[in-house]
């Protein structure tokens, strides 16, 4: 099943490790706290483990949307892409 | 059709209209940079419109993901919900 991942992380540190963790499971970058990616049943049980073992009890957010083909092919654009580029360090995350 | 809105802006300004537009159609904060809710095929039609004139030919982004119910119920999520109190002015935004 296709997901997009959105995430909402202040933690500077731990968003570059939840960043890391989705390129881990194959997922895109579709904005600059978003992915989207197919993930299996096990991936997905997998990635959420992962996902609660980094993020705890913290007040930190990631959501997780399934998403059809009827969904997706109903999806809309406003503007352009932008390029990402990484150093997904944990101490260090550039943004251009 | 429900949809989930999420917006890479880095414009300040201009990150805080798309806020208040999307808050004007209705949708509901789920995340800093996403909203949540229900549009009629007009109101994503306006909202298009709106969200077209506002970013131009910038490189901003907004994508907007429709969702059914059987995707809906798919949901998943990791950590806390954050509690959001915006200034939603032109000039100021505060994020606690």
Redesign the interface.
């Given at each position: 099943?296709r997901y997009?991942v959105?995430?909402?992380i202040t933690d500077d540190n731990l968003r570059a490790l939840v960043a890391e963790t989705l390129k881990d499971y194959g997922l895109q970058r579709?904005?600059?706290?978003?992915f989207m990616g197919s993930l299996r049943r096990d991936e997905?049980n997998s990635l959420?483990v992962d996902?609660?073992n980094l993020?705890k009890?913290?007040?930190?957010?990631?959501?997780?949307?399934?998403?059809?083909d009827?969904?997706?092919k109903?999806?809309?654009?406003?503007?352009?892409?932008?390029k990402y580029e990484f150093k997904e360090g944990k101490d260090k995350i550039a943004y251009f």
């Open positions: 099943m997009v959105i995430y909402d579709i904005q600059y706290s978003g997905l959420l996902l609660k993020i009890d913290l007040v930190e957010n990631v959501q997780l949307f399934p998403m059809c009827t969904c997706f109903g999806k809309k654009e406003v503007g352009k892409p932008k």
